[in-house]
């Protein structure tokens, strides 16, 4: 038995085990020499490729090892779940392309998050930078199919309705709408287990709850992300792919679903958030090493949302650690203050098993969700507030009921520390304030 297709056309055989063993989650550095930037050929503009992921922010994006029938539809739907994509050149005898964002925070979003998670398109590993260049100027004459496609995906983004007489799918440039994916198996020549599923999806993000079931005597199963830019990733590389040589195609399709409920963790269902749920009747009871992959999980989900945010004007990279669980000192013991016991912490959101905090896990962005707001608390308060953690409000908005509220930062890094300094801040009247990162904007 042959294993999963990642790096080429499906059906081509490949060695055994590629993509559940393969690693999408460390961040190559780039090594780029000055290149030309041409449209057509002819083009003299010269872009030279930054050393380093973490260079200088620009809102123009360089794009490399690229698959060479890559579409621009595929390129434009990397920049689509993190704002509007405004440009866009393909220098396709270079598999290599530029996408300039709406704004330069979108770029910074985009940048910070594919840092943790490898972006694949057609199964192959392609990486993402800043370019040197902060608006990208390209001749449209020269450049009219990119500009068409462009032009299209905008349209579809505006009206929210289906082109006609476009070759633009909408299914493929839209940002996900729900981080729940059905899948379809077909060509299920050999079986497909709820674990095989979890290692090939879990390439692309944190896997948070898997359902598995038959239906028109086809092998189904619903996967839920932590993010809906997981799901849109994991759609656009595994869609039609082959878990084995030939045989069983994935079909990968949005689930209407924005939740799954799973009541039993077994071998048709699992929820990775819920390590306490009974096994239901009949079934056996979880692996100890399946029920460590709850723990694991949680794990890759911080992992994947902070590596490669900047806090205190450095850039956080995480990686998992080879030690299983932090060693508090015996008690009695002065460790200097080392280490930190947070589990009765109210700091702590995850205390209690199956909370809907788990369902409310995004990675950091420039919007504060705010809640447990009293009601003498008004903006102004809060604007001041949050002003005094060293950064600028942009912008705010209170939910109807004025218990909870939106607020913007100036950027992604005073927002992680507005975060850190006012989650838990007694607000009196016995409210303390909750501060978690929204996936909304204002």
Same mark, same amino acid.
């Given at each position: 038995?042959? +294993?999963?297709?990642?790096?080429?056309?499906?059906?081509?055989?490949?060695?055994?085990?590629? $993509?559940? @063993?393969? @690693?999408? #989650?460390?961040?190559?550095?780039?090594?780029?020499?000055?290149?030309?930037?041409?449209?057509?050929?002819?083009? @003299?503009?010269?872009?030279?490729?930054?050393?380093?992921?973490?260079?200088?922010?620009?809102?123009?994006?360089?794009?490399?090892? &690229? *698959?060479?029938?890559?579409?621009?539809?595929?390129?434009?739907?990397?920049g #689509?779940?993190? +704002?509007?994509?405004?440009?866009?050149?393909?220098?396709?005898?270079?598999?290599? =392309?530029?996408l300039? &964002?709406?704004?330069?925070? =979108?770029?910074?979003?985009?940048?910070?998050?594919?840092?943790?998670?490898?972006?694949?398109?057609?199964?192959?590993?392609?990486?993402?930078?800043?370019?040197?260049?902060?608006?990208?100027?390209?001749?449209?004459?020269l450049?009219?199919?990119?500009?068409?496609?462009?032009?299209?995906?905008?349209?579809? !983004?505006?009206?929210?309705?289906?082109?006609s007489?476009?070759?633009?799918?909408?299914?493929?440039?839209? *940002?996900?709408q729900?981080?729940?994916?059905?899948?379809? /198996?077909?060509?299920?020549?050999?079986?497909?287990? $709820?674990?095989?599923?979890?290692?090939?999806?879990?390439?692309f993000?944190?896997?948070?709850?898997?359902?598995?079931?038959?239906?028109?005597?086809?092998?189904?199963?619903?996967?839920q992300?932590?993010?809906?830019?997981?799901?849109?990733?994991?759609?656009?590389?595994?869609?039609?792919?082959?878990?084995?040589?030939?045989?069983?195609?994935?079909? /990968?399709?949005?689930?209407?679903?924005?939740?799954?409920?799973?009541?039993?963790?077994?071998?048709?269902?699992?929820?990775?958030?819920?390590?306490?749920?009974?096994?239901?009747?009949?079934? *056996? =009871?979880?692996? *100890?090493?399946?029920?460590?992959?709850?723990?694991?999980?949680?794990? $890759?989900?911080?992992?994947?949302?902070?590596?490669?945010?900047?806090?205190?004007?450095?850039?956080?990279?995480?990686?998992?650690?080879?030690? !299983?669980?932090?060693?508090?000192?015996?008690?009695? &013991?002065?460790?200097?203050?080392?280490?930190?016991?947070?589990?009765? @912490?109210?700091?702590?959101?995850?205390?209690?098993?199956?909370?809907?905090?788990?369902?409310? /896990?995004?990675?950091?962005?420039?919007?504060?969700?705010?809640?447990?707001?009293?009601?003498?608390?008004?903006?102004?308060? #809060?604007?001041? &507030?949050?002003?005094?953690t060293?950064?600028?409000?942009? =912008?705010?908005?209170?939910?109807?009921?004025?218990?909870?509220?939106?607020?913007q930062?100036?950027?992604?890094?005073?927002? /992680?520390?507005? $975060?850190?300094?006012?989650?838990?801040?007694?607000?009196?009247?016995?409210?303390?304030?909750?501060?978690?990162?929204?996936?909304?904007?204002?």
């Open positions: 038995m042959d +294993g999963i297709v990642t790096e080429v056309a499906v059906g081509v055989k490949r060695g055994s085990d590629e $993509l559940l @063993s393969g @690693s999408v #989650l460390s961040s190559p550095n780039s090594n780029m020499s000055s290149m030309v930037v041409t449209a057509n050929g002819n083009d @003299s503009k010269k872009f030279k490729g930054e050393d380093k992921m973490d260079g200088a922010p620009s809102r123009v994006l360089h794009i490399r090892k &690229l *698959p060479g029938e890559v579409t621009e539809t595929e390129v434009i739907a990397l #689509l779940p993190f +704002g509007k994509v405004t440009n866009i050149l393909m220098l396709k005898g270079k598999n290599q =392309a530029f300039e &964002l709406a704004t330069e925070e =979108a770029a910074i979003t985009m940048v910070n998050y594919y840092s943790a998670v490898t972006p694949h398109l057609r199964n192959q590993p392609i990486y993402i930078q800043y370019s040197n260049h902060k608006e990208l100027k390209t001749d449209n004459t450049n009219q199919r990119a500009q068409a496609v462009l032009q299209a995906v905008t349209a579809v !983004q505006t009206a929210n309705t289906p082109l007489g476009t070759t633009v799918s909408e299914s493929a440039v839209t *940002p996900a729900s981080p729940v994916l059905r899948i379809i /198996i077909d060509n299920m020549y050999y079986p497909v287990t $709820l674990d095989v599923l979890h290692q090939i999806f879990s390439k993000g944190a896997v948070l709850k898997i359902i598995t079931f038959t239906k028109n005597n086809q092998f189904q199963a619903l996967l992300y932590g993010d809906p830019v997981n799901a849109q990733q994991a759609k656009l590389a595994l869609d039609g792919q082959n878990i084995y040589n030939a045989c069983c195609t994935l079909r /990968i399709d949005f689930s209407k679903l924005v939740n799954l409920n799973v009541k039993y963790n077994n071998d048709k269902s699992r929820d990775y958030t819920r390590p306490d749920l009974p096994s239901g009747d009949g079934q *056996p =009871a979880l692996d *100890p090493a399946i029920a460590a992959a709850f723990a694991k999980e949680t794990s $890759l989900l911080a992992m994947n949302h902070l590596n490669g945010q900047k806090m205190y004007g450095k850039i956080i990279r995480v990686t998992l650690s080879k030690h !299983q669980t932090v060693q508090l000192p015996r008690e009695g &013991l002065d460790d200097q203050g080392l280490t930190k016991d947070f589990g009765n @912490s109210p700091l702590h959101r995850f205390k209690k098993p199956g909370s809907k905090n788990f369902q409310n /896990i995004f990675p950091p962005s420039a919007t504060l969700h705010l809640s447990n707001i009293p009601p003498s608390v008004a903006e102004e308060d #809060l604007r001041t &507030l949050f002003a005094n060293g950064g600028t409000v942009k =912008a705010f908005k209170f939910f109807q009921d004025h218990k909870m509220a939106l607020l930062m100036a950027t992604v890094e005073e927002a /992680i520390q507005a $975060l850190i300094d006012l989650h838990n801040y007694n607000l009196g009247e016995n409210h303390h304030l909750r501060v978690s990162f929204s996936k909304s904007t204002i």
